[in-house]
């Protein structure tokens, strides 16, 4: 391998699938009216049940800022509700019932984008990709 194989650039590589991901995922989930960053949002706050801000964004490796846009939009939306934690600084969030709903109208568009990324890689790739994925997370 040629030392500077800019080719094999990790960075590089990373940041072209995520958006080709990505954009795969947000055309899923504009048919229930979100986005694919809004979808997993909403399943970290009903994944965590009245977690706070901060629990939720490093479940989501999310800026604590970016994410509190994310909430608020949500939030306006009436998806999502939020309450002052009793003797501790910040919020702690839920799902409305109508961001149960969507939610729940939403999983199956999620699954066909999860389906439609392993027929394009294979049962075995599919698994090796998410695997090293999560390790490189913890980077």
């Known amino acids: 391998m040629e030392q500077d194989d800019f080719s094999l650039c990790v960075l590089d590589n990373a940041r072209k699938a995520a958006r ?15 986005t694919a960053g809004q979808f997993s949002v ?8 009245r ?5 939720l964004a490093k479940w989501l490796s999310m800026e604590r800022t970016t994410l509190v ?6 939030e306006r ?3 999502v509700t939020s309450e002052v934690s009793s003797g501790e600084r ?12 969507l939610l729940s109208d939403a999983l199956p568009l999620w699954r066909q984008a999860q389906s439609d990324v392993m027929k394009h890689l ?7 990709t998410i695997s090293a994925l ?3 997370s913890k980077l």
Do not use: C, M, P
């Open 134 to 136: 999560k390790r490189l």
């Open 20 to 34: 080709a991901v990505s954009r795969h995922y947000d055309r899923l989930a504009r048919q229930a009216g979100l």
């Open 69 to 74: 846009r994310n909430i608020a939009l949500l």
């Open 77 to 79: 939306k009436g998806l």
């Open 51 to 55: 977690e706070t801000t901060g629990a």
């Open 90 to 101: 910040g919020k702690r969030y839920l799902l409305s019932a109508d961001g149960a709903r």
């Open 122 to 128: 294979g049962d075995d790739e599919f698994l090796k």
């Open 42 to 49: 909403l399943v970290a706050i009903h994944r965590g049940d």
